[in-house]
Structure formats: C-alpha cells, structure tokens
C-alpha cells in the first residue's frame, strides 16, 4: 500500500463556492506549483476549475431536481505521496493525472496539482461529484479509500516505484516516515496513518475503535469522536 494516499468528501457547509474554493485555492498555490506550472485540469481549464464545477451543479439541480442542501458533497480530495527523491515534480503531476483518470473513469471534471515546495512529493486531486453527463453523482462505497490504494499501487508497480507491502507500526516506523525519509511525521499524520493502518482489518465501526485502542489510542466520546496518541498532549 502506498503511504498517505488518502480520499475525503468535500461538503458544502455554508456556501458552496467558498467551500470549494478554499480546497482549489490551496493545491493550487503557485508556491507550492512551479508558479503554476504543475497543475492539470480534466474536462476543466484548472484556473476556472471553481466556476466550471459550480456550473456543473447548477445544471445536475436542474436536470434532476435533486439538493441535499448542507450535506452536499461537492466534490472529493485525494492526496498520493511517493518515497523520498524517487520521483520528479513532473512525474508525480503525471502520476496524479493517471490515478485521477483510473478512479473517476474520466467521468468526472477533474483538477491535479503537484507540490514542489516540500521533500515529501506528492500530489493534489480534487473531482466533481458531479458527472460530465450532469445525471448522476460519485458514488463512494465502503473501504473505497482501500480500494484507491491498490490502483495506487498498481500503477507505482508499472512505473517502477517503491511500495510498502504488509506496513507494520511495530518496527519502529510507519508508512509516512518511510516516504519521507527525513523528520517523524507529526502527530496529526501519524494519527491518520494509523486509521490508515487498521481499516483493512476492521469488520465495523465497533471493531475500529477497539482495533485503534489496541494500538495505544485513546479515544474521548462527546459530541464528535476525539482521538489521542501516547505521544500526543491533546486529543484530536
């Protein structure tokens, strides 16, 4: 499995163009870019990218009737890391643009953003939920996250590139401090490697939280769930 490939749903929230805004406008910081020159756009121009999804939505409301008002998702965010020094800028845009294509089918509007500006390479993918077709919506499934790390890792096999088979937090490192070869990864990644880590193994949500306490975790109930690590000062 490949460390840190990650998905997330973006939702509306309050206002939709600022929600999704604020996603686009990071991975595609001209700092973090090449000053731009990393960035690639599906079906979209990647600097209007905001607008073309909002007019998709526009027309998905009107075509189906449908809104689901502040559970809206607008959108989904992946985020593909590679080991440290083994991959290019260039490469990784590339890499990116093949993993947003394998997992929306080119179904979907897309925009991929390569960073320079750490040791970590990695890359960006945001994509509509809404289809070209403005018919229908993604539909994300149980342990999709699961599912994007094998096509992740099926096409770092065919370019030649490192994965980490049977990643194991007992021998003194995790998955992202692998690929980053340098500093520990702080608590917040670490955290999330963890879940990352454990998902495959659970069967349910119960199973999760014992499978997460087993590894050291401890979790606070309230209105939302908290985790904290035994190195952490503060539950997350």
Known sequence: MIATTWIKALH?????????????????????????????????????????????????????????GENDVIAYHIRMSFKYNEVTPEQTLELGKELAMRWTKGKHQFVVAAHSNTK???????????????????????????????????ICLENGLSIIENPSLSKGYNRIEYLRGSKPPAVRDQLRDLIDYVIPICKDFDSFLLALQAQGVEIKRGKQLSFKLTNAKRFM
Do not use: W
């Open 12 to 68: 509306k929230g309050g206002s939709m163009a600022s929600a999704l805004s604020r996603s686009i406008d990071y991975i595609e910081d001209s700092k973090k870019t090449n000053n731009g020159n990393l960035l690639y756009g599906y079906e979209c121009d990647q600097l209007t990218a905001q607008s073309e999804f909002l007019l998709a939505k526009r027309i998905y409301s009107q075509k189906t009737g449908r809104n689901q």
């Open 120 to 154: 970590n390479p990695h890359v960006h993918i945001i994509y509509n939920s809404v289809n070209l077709e403005h018919n229908g919506k993604f539909q994300d499934f149980k342990r999709s996250a699961i599912v994007l790390r094998k096509i992740s890792d099926q």
